[in-house]
């Protein structure tokens, strides 16, 4: 099995995208004729189709990085699969490595990005991306979290640890950064502090590596 996958990387975000760009083209020509593709240009795209290539764009960056810095390690990274054989979601990226399962999902905003706890009796965590409120990405990313480790459980192996990452490509990281959020369950980072936390060493040999890989290779199939 290949350590990474990285052509993957974004593949259902670029999909997306293209039918996006492609309705909406459909439409002006439909509507302006033979100046259809001028008008298109002239007007540009939309928030709503630019936000999926620049999510694919995220992904793309976060796995380059990835297989950059993993490519002298025992960390194999799986990319764009399928959140469930009914689910029409996906997971961006998950990394098996000695120390366990990492769930990795890429966000593309640049600017910066920050965690925050307000409150001293009821004390809540936030996570601010340009000041803000993206708490709900941390929330979606226990939801990933949970579901795969739901299927390790089902498939014997239940006592891999199971966490994750949200992965900030294209962020502006502050010198005191604070990367860890619900309790050290999910970092928050750029690839490549997430790819340096990755390669720490873990009691998972490199034969149980590669066979939970295949494990969630085959129950967390390709988006694509």
């Known amino acids: 099995m290949p350590r990474t996958?990285?052509?993957?990387a974004g593949s259902s975000a670029r999909r997306e995208y293209a039918h996006r760009r492609d309705s909406r083209n459909a439409r002006i020509k439909a509507r302006y004729g033979t100046v259809g593709s001028l008008v298109?240009?002239?007007?540009?795209?939309?928030?709503h189709v630019h936000a999926w290539r620049q999510g694919a764009e995220g992904e793309a960056a976060t796995a380059r990085a990835l297989s950059i810095r993993l490519a002298r390690s025992d960390v194999i990274v799986l990319h764009d699969r399928r959140a469930g054989q009914r689910s029409r979601a996906n997971i961006d990226h998950i990394a098996i490595a000695p120390t366990g399962v990492t769930v990795i999902d890429t966000k593309s905003t640049r600017g910066t990005v920050q965690l925050s706890t307000t409150g001293i009796i009821n004390r809540h965590e936030r996570l601010l991306v340009n000041r803000r409120d993206r708490t709900s990405q941390l929330d979606s990313l226990e939801r990933q979290i949970q579901l795969v480790a739901g299927v390790l459980d089902r498939s014997g192996a239940g006592h891999v640890p199971v966490t994750g990452a949200l992965s900030f490509p294209f962020m502006r990281r502050e010198w005191l950064h604070n990367a860890r959020a619900r309790g050290g369950l999910i970092i928050v980072d750029d690839p490549a502090h997430i790819a340096k936390a990755l390669k720490r060493p873990g009691p998972i040999c490199r034969e149980d590596v590669e066979r939970l890989a295949e494990l969630l290779d085959t129950a967390l199939p390709p988006a694509t």
């Open 5 to 8: 996958e990285d052509t993957q």
């Open 40 to 47: 298109a240009a002239v007007a540009g795209e939309p928030a």
